[in-house]
């Protein structure tokens, strides 16, 4: 009777010790790509197109940025900016990757703006266009800034908080 409950007792750290591992194994094996210093706009913006259509979107460059957001470029370290090919359209993609993220708020800020514009603009005139932008996505983690209007912005935000 004495012999199993001796090999019981040495057994039992051991697993311990097994379990403590794997453990500290796992919580150590996060890839490198997916910290917000590693990872890249361009990456983040790759995985959102796989995932949603963005055919009836037009890809913006520095000067639409400044003009929908009022954002000094010189702040931004990377972006990526779609919006719709049509005026009577709201839909807007935005992943903004600041050099500081002390400027976070400030953009956040320019960033709501934009949407209470949007708003009035949409509000009597195309009502299915103003829910979209009233059930819009703004979010950041880190020096990165997300914003979305769409049908498919769960999916997209979805895409977003997986990339970290």
Same mark, same amino acid.
């Given at each position: 009777?004495?012999?199993?409950?001796?090999?019981?007792?040495?057994?039992?750290?051991?697993?311990?010790?097994?379990?403590?591992?794997?453990?500290?194994?796992?919580?150590?094996?996060?890839?490198?790509? &997916?910290?917000? +210093?590693?990872?890249? #706009?361009?990456?983040?913006? /790759?995985? =959102?197109? @796989?995932?949603?259509?963005?055919?009836?979107?037009?890809?913006?460059?520095?000067?639409?940025?400044?003009?929908?957001?009022?954002?000094?470029?010189?702040?931004?370290?990377?972006?990526?900016?779609?919006?719709?090919?049509?005026?009577?359209?709201?839909?807007?993609?935005?992943?903004? &990757?600041?050099? +500081?993220?002390?400027? #976070?708020?400030?953009?956040? /800020?320019? =960033?709501? @703006?934009?949407?209470?514009?949007?708003?009035?603009?949409?509000?009597?005139?195309?009502?299915?266009?103003?829910?979209?932008?009233?059930?819009?996505?703004?979010?950041?983690?880190?020096?990165?800034?997300?914003?979305?209007?769409?049908?498919?912005?769960?999916?997209?935000?979805?895409?977003?908080?997986?990339?970290?």
């Amino acid at each position: 009777m004495r012999g199993p409950w001796k090999y019981r007792r040495s057994l039992v750290p051991a697993v311990l010790v097994m379990i403590v591992t794997i453990y500290v194994l796992t919580g150590c094996s996060g890839t490198d790509d &997916k910290t917000a +210093d590693k990872l890249s #706009v361009a990456q983040i913006g /790759e995985r =959102i197109e @796989q995932a949603v259509s963005l055919k009836d979107m037009k890809a913006g460059d520095q000067t639409k940025l400044q003009k929908l957001y009022m954002i000094d470029v010189d702040n931004v370290d990377d972006f990526i900016l779609y919006t719709s090919t049509s005026n009577v359209r709201a839909d807007e993609l935005a992943i903004i &990757k600041l050099k +500081d993220s002390s400027q #976070v708020e400030n953009v956040r /800020e320019k =960033i709501t @703006q934009r949407i209470d514009a949007q708003k009035i603009k949409f509000k009597d005139y195309r009502p299915d266009e103003y829910f979209l932008v009233d059930h819009h996505v703004l979010k950041t983690k880190g020096p990165f800034i997300f914003f979305a209007v769409s049908k498919e912005a769960d999916q997209m935000e979805r895409v977003f908080d997986d990339a970290f």
